[in-house]
Nanobody, 125 residues
Framework: VQLQASGGGLVQPGGSLRLSCIAS????????MGWFRQAPGKEREAISY???????NTAMSVKGRFTVSRDNAKNTVYLQMNSLKPEDTNVYFC????????????????????WGRGTQVTVSS
């Protein structure tokens, strides 16, 4: 299993970025996928996850600004981030959820079994 996140960078407050995570080594369309972020010295924070069917669950901290989506034909999950704030500065990770996880547990990092290398997002003027 490999997960490769990309799309991070430096953006001004109020700007947008779209992160991508390309998956390989498993049947992507069968798995829930999640996005997380983590700042140095802080706990990993759940952002959003998406089911194979396209159903999603998003953390209240980013709801209305961040949107997760997926393209099963491209084995890719996306995170569209709008209205970015300096406090969104973090390393962002994608991950694969363990099969059988109930919906209400979809944002629990302990339910994820594979993690990609993160991509740095910096929001600054």
């Amino acid at each position: 299993v490999q997960l490769q996140a990309s799309g991070g960078g430096l953006v001004q407050p109020g700007g947008s970025l779209r992160l991508s995570c390309i998956a390989s080594g498993f049947t992507f369309r069968n798995y829930d996928m999640g996005w997380f972020r983590q700042a140095p010295g802080k706990e990993r924070e759940a952002i959003s996850y998406i089911r194979p069917s396209g159903g999603t669950n998003t953390a209240m901290s980013v709801k209305g600004r961040f949107t997760v989506s997926r393209d099963n034909a491209k084995n890719t999950v996306y995170l569209q981030m709008n209205s970015l704030k300096p406090e969104d500065t973090n390393v962002y990770f994608c991950a694969r959820l363990k099969r059988g996880t109930i919906h209400s547990d979809g944002l629990n990092p302990e339910r994820y079994e594979y993690w990609g290398r993160g991509t740095q997002v910096t929001v600054s003027s």
